[in-house]
């Protein structure tokens, strides 16, 4: 499973776009890059997954470069309420079938009012 | 969507005393569960994979006396914490997908927050 860069902690305001980058240099052919969001004291959610260009569902989008070595998830008009910590996973389309996960450090996002 | 529950949400136990934790998955099948475990401030460490029908397989430095895992049907699997101490406290977390998805998508519980005194 490839490992993952992301930045430890990230502030915005409400109504604010943010963008939260991946890097994921080893990434190999058959990794699909994959975000989950946690609040406090619950399991993570699955926002969004993706192998190239760019993938939109209501939640978020996720941008995706043609050397795939990073990504961007993309969550628009931020609220209070997204208020939580962001993991980015890569990992092989094929082992994933499996479901194994392993998490970095994630990425916690703070919006203020 | 798919939907995993756990029980207990929460559990305080004394020093030396087992606990055993549930993971269901309510509205699909599933093959195989993971284990999670995180303290607080900390990312999630998987533990185990819960194989239905068949032994679980344990992470690199997970003792598996300790954590009994079992996998008794596709839509159950519990964690065992033995012997328990206080440095087993912890946010246990399970997931589980649906055995037709194809994508690296996993369903987690709610969680677990095991506290021992």
């Not at chain 1, 406090?40 to 993938?55: A, D, E, H, L, M």
Request: charge should be neutral; hydrophobic fraction near 30%.
């Amino acid at each position: 499973l490839a490992k993952t860069t992301q930045p430890i902690s990230m502030d915005s305001y409400e109504g604010q776009e943010v963008n939260i980058t991946c890097s994921h240099n080893n990434i190999a052919t058959n990794d699909y890059i994959t975000w989950y969001q946690q609040f406090p004291s619950q399991g993570p959610r699955f926002i969004i997954q993706g192998y190239k260009t760019k993938v939109t569902n209501e939640v978020a989008s996720l941008f995706i470069p043609a050397d795939r070595k990073s990504s961007t998830l993309s969550l628009p008009r931020v609220s209070l309420s997204d208020t939580a910590v962001y993991y980015c996973l890569v990992g092989d389309g094929r082992e994933s079938n499996t479901g194994k996960l392993i998490f970095g450090q994630g990425t916690t996002l703070q919006v203020k009012p | 969507g798919a939907v995993v529950s756990q029980h207990p949400s929460w559990v305080i136990c004394k020093s030396g005393t087992s606990v055993k934790i549930e993971c269901r998955s309510l509205d699909f099948q599933a093959t195989t569960m993971f284990w999670y475990r995180q303290f607080p401030k900390q990312s999630l460490m998987l533990m185990a994979t819960s194989n239905e029908g068949s032994k679980a397989t344990y992470e690199q430095g997970v003792e598996k006396d300790k954590f009994l895992i079992n996998h008794a049907s596709l839509t159950l699997s519990t964690l065992t914490v033995t012997s328990a101490h206080p440095e087993d406290s912890s946010f246990y977390i399970c997931s589980a997908g649906p055995r037709d998805s194809n994508r690296y998508e996993q369903y987690f519980g709610p969680g677990t927050r095991l506290t021992v005194t």
